[in-house]
């Protein structure tokens, strides 16, 4: 049990990635929006896309490399086409869940400040974190943010189950099922419980915790399952509080990141009571610094071992360009609010509904790596059936994109 606890670290850093904007924002969306409808489709993409990030686990420790050089082994088309999508994913997501961040901590502050001068300070806070502790410090920060998180949650949807929903009894939800709410069904589906490109960047934590302990691949899965269980138990919460919170409720669902943050904070203070005020927006405030911190980290490690890796130049054992892509990162990211922060709301989505229909070629490529290996009969199927239940909804959607 001793080196299982050691292990513990990739698989909650990957939870805490989860739970900034396909959480917080599209889970409880989900459920202000539609109730209890798609708690069933929440609950199944995440199953159905489980085996796919298990297999970059699974490949990690037992070829002792990440998946990013199993991508190369595949072909360099397959690694430039990867780090092509992470270029794009990590300077959007990064602008994403900063001005998410920024939007939240207002709610502590006695006086009022700008969310561009929040962003820079969180961006300043994030960036001496990450650069004087990297993997090690963000391991034990990770773990501490979804211990708090998950338990203050729960408690947080007790009291709400308690109270009752919101929606008076003759309220009709609307249906999700129509070509309307498609995109946004997308969107979600692509964030739960996280980018599939995040398999990649879990790999490389895995190698990262692999240099303070030493971890087999029990261990490993171990720490994955916790970290994925962690994950799909917080979209439910999410989902709970927003139909027995806001669904219903008189007031319009705002579908901006940040405007909906700040609007579920409030419902929560009006409904639960003031003095929860303070504790919900200190749930949403942990998500989302937990969740800049783990993206800012993350897609860092994976452009930086891709270009590595591409020039066909061999990484030092203290390579200082993981700064530099930290740092690069961090302001092309906080050059987007400063100059693009109306148009970041259509860039997110845009990022979400691509994380989608990228996932039956990244889920593929996890796949392929690992099944010439040993995986159980069970696994297989599943895997297959995910291959074919994602393939099949990203075709329909691009069709239907393409058609309207």
Not at 281 to 304: E, P, Q
């Amino acid at each position: 049990m001793q080196s299982r606890l050691r292990a513990m670290g990739p698989g909650l850093v990957m939870s805490s990635a989860a739970v900034g904007g396909s959480h917080l924002v599209a889970s409880t969306q989900a459920g202000a929006l539609f109730g209890w409808q798609l708690l069933w489709l929440i609950l199944l993409v995440n199953v159905l896309k489980y085996p796919f990030f298990r297999f970059g686990v699974q490949y990690t420790i037992n070829e002792n490399e990440s998946l990013i050089h199993g991508y190369l082994r595949k072909g360099r088309s397959y690694l430039i086409g990867f780090t092509a999508l992470n270029v794009v994913a990590a300077v959007v997501n990064t602008a994403g869940v900063l001005i998410l961040s920024a939007s939240l901590l207002q709610y502590f502050l006695p006086w009022n400040m700008s969310l561009t001068t929040l962003c820079w300070f969180l961006l300043g806070v994030c960036l001496t974190i990450l650069l004087a502790g990297h993997y090690k410090l963000l391991d034990r920060l990770s773990k501490v943010i979804m211990f708090v998180l998950t338990v203050t949650t729960v408690f947080v949807v007790l009291v709400a189950w308690q109270n009752g929903p919101t929606a008076p009894a003759d309220f009709v939800s609307p249906s999700p099922w129509q070509l309307s709410a498609l995109a946004f069904i997308v969107a979600m589906m692509g964030w739960m419980p996280v980018p599939i490109e995040i398999s990649a960047i879990s790999s490389l934590w895995t190698r990262s915790k692999q240099k303070l302990t030493q971890v087999n691949l029990s261990d490993a899965l171990f720490d994955f399952n916790v970290g994925y269980g962690v994950a799909v138990l917080l979209a439910v919460v999410f989902l709970s509080l927003g139909s027995l919170v806001q669904h219903g409720s008189n007031q319009e669902i705002a579908l901006a990141s940040a405007a909906f943050a700040q609007q579920l904070v409030a419902m929560y203070a009006d409904t639960i009571g003031q003095w929860s005020r303070y504790i919900v927006a200190g749930i949403a405030f942990l998500c989302m610094f937990g969740t800049t911190l783990a993206v800012m980290d993350g897609y860092a490690r994976t452009l930086d071992e891709s270009f590595h890796l591409l020039r066909k130049k061999p990484k030092p054992a203290q390579s200082w360009t993981l700064n530099v892509w930290i740092v690069a990162q961090a302001l092309l990211g906080m050059a987007i609010i400063l100059f693009f922060q109306s148009a970041l709301a259509p860039m997110l989505t845009f990022a979400m509904t691509l994380a989608f229909i990228t996932t039956p070629f990244f889920a593929w490529l996890n796949f392929d790596l690992v099944r010439k290996t040993h995986i159980s009969k069970g696994m297989n199927i599943l895997a297959w059936i995910g291959m074919f239940y994602l393939t099949l909804f990203a075709i329909g959607y691009v069709v239907w994109w393409l058609a309207s």
